[in-house]
């Protein structure tokens, strides 16, 4: 959240398993790349980060943002940007 964003996003999410290493990526609406995002070893539990769009220069529109474990998407999240 927020969804729609502006200049951030907040994701929540859980680490079901033990010492794996997190990632999150952002895609445009074609599959392009935008943003990567290494969070890290990460054991179990629930955790809070927060990504700065800021400086990426997002046109407004419709974007991707993936949730991979040790470099498979486990999550996929259609958002907006106003």
């Known amino acids: ?3 729609p ?3 951030f996003i907040n994701l929540y999410y859980s680490q079901q ?3 794996t290493r997190v990632t999150v990526r952002l895609l445009d ?3 392009r790349l935008i943003l ?3 969070l890290g070893i990460r ?3 629930q955790y809070m980060e927060r990504l700065d769009l800021g400086n990426a220069q997002l046109n407004h529109g419709v974007y991707f943002l993936q949730v991979l474990s040790e ?4 999550k996929t999240i259609k958002l ?3």
């Open 1 to 3: 959240f927020p969804n």
């Open 5 to 7: 964003f502006n200049n």
């Open 43 to 45: 054991g179990k539990g």
């Open 80 to 82: 907006m940007k106003n």
């Open 29 to 31: 609406v074609s599959g």
């Open 36 to 38: 990567i995002k290494d």
């Open 71 to 74: 470099g498979k998407a486990v």
């Open 17 to 19: 398993q033990a010492d």
